[in-house]
């Protein structure tokens, strides 16, 4: 059997909870990969990480490799061929006494976290690696580690397949038909409430979502706030947030960048802006994706924007320039 090394932060969190057996069962990386698996948590939790392994021995995968727990960033990615950077300090965590609740303080706080990991992902993962960011927040945490790990052969990555899906899943009910008709979806920009996922491009069965749906009112000013404001929804109905469904689209990313893409297609993740789209370059920024599922991935040219979508694109841009200066220190 081939090998892959996959290093997984956050280990012991939700998302992982959800996510690890799948990255060991075979279906993520193919029946014929064995798949050692790195995790890595802070101190005060790495003792939990035995009872995960514990499971996942218990899961009896046959394509399991070795599990290894530990502390030691160093340790957690060296050698590995996919990093999972999961793990980050959530919102409202006390920190020296103080609530983290804005914004900006929490910037900071997994700023400082990403630019120690980025560096030593830079140094000690496979020069090929490649690095998904899906601890928020996802594009300026990963706009800190790709600058920090200063690897121009590694290649960076922020989640946005999960706003992606949940875009797709509202058309797909919107239109009466079945969420495998909806291609081509794009979530431009931030992981955040000012992304934006675009249904003028998106097609239901070949044809632009829009002229499928025939009701503009519906997608311009009910659409893009259910999709955006998704995660709150689960959170308010779960009392917990998307951890099912975002150990899915982790799994998603990994598959359309590994695989090759289906031609006529895209797919949706946040990568290094080189100015298309007039995007500000050097941004981690949604795009429309392709992979040749030989080691490249290219963004989708010649997309035509409408002014509607012109200016959504604008406003996320702002917020991740603007979270850019906020975190600029760390960078200097
Ligand atoms: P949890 O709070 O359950 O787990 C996070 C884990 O990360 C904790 O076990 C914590 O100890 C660990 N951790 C913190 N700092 C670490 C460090 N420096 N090194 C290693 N581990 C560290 O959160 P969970 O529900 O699993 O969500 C994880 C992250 O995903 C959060 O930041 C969340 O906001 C983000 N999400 C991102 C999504 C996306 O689409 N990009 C969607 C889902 C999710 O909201």
């Not at 932060?9 to 193919?30: D, H, K, N, V, W």
């Not at 983290?100 to 630019?115: A, C, V």
């Not at 946005?160 to 079945?178: C, F, I, M, P, S």
């Amino acid at each position: 059997m081939k090998e892959i090394n996959v290093a997984v932060t956050g280990g012991a969190g939700q998302i992982s909870y959800s996510l690890l057996p799948r990255l060991i069962s075979g279906e993520t990386f193919g029946k014929d990969m064995k798949v050692n698996l790195k995790l890595i948590e802070i101190p005060q939790v790495v003792e939990k990480l035995q009872g995960t392994i514990m499971e996942l021995i218990d899961c009896g995968f046959k394509q399991t490799g070795s599990l290894i727990a530990t502390a030691d960033i160093v340790e957690g990615v060296e050698n590995a061929d996919w990093v999972l950077l999961v793990g980050s300090i959530p919102r409202g965590i006390v920190v020296d006494g103080k609530k983290i609740e804005e914004r900006s303080d929490l910037l900071k706080i997994n700023g400082g976290i990403f630019t120690n990991q980025g560096s030593t992902i830079g140094k000690h993962s496979k020069s090929d690696a490649k690095i998904l960011v899906v601890g928020n927040p996802a594009n300026t945490n990963a706009f800190i580690g790709k600058n920090t790990a200063n690897n121009s052969s590694q290649q960076w990555f922020a989640m946005t397949a999960l706003d992606a899906n949940r875009a797709k899943a509202q058309l797909a009910e919107k239109a009466g038909v079945n969420i495998s008709s909806v291609t081509n979806m794009t979530v431009w920009g931030n992981h955040s409430p000012t992304m934006y996922p675009d249904p003028y491009n998106a097609r239901i069965d070949g044809i632009s979502a829009v002229e499928v749906i025939k009701d503009l009112n519906w997608i311009e000013n009910e659409y893009l706030p259910l999709v955006q404001q998704r995660g709150r929804s689960v959170i308010d109905a779960r009392g917990a947030s998307s951890a099912a469904s975002a150990a899915n689209a982790v799994i998603d990313t990994i598959q359309s960048v590994d695989n090759a893409t289906e031609e006529g297609n895209w797919f949706s993740a946040a990568v290094q802006s080189d100015g298309s789209y007039e995007t500000p370059e050097g941004l981690i920024f949604g795009f429309p994706l392709r992979s040749s599922g030989q080691g490249s991935v290219e963004i989708v040219q010649d997309i035509k924007l409408n002014d509607f979508a012109k200016s959504k694109i604008k406003i996320t841009a702002a917020e991740l320039l603007s979270e850019k200066e906020a975190v600029q220190d760390l960078l200097d």
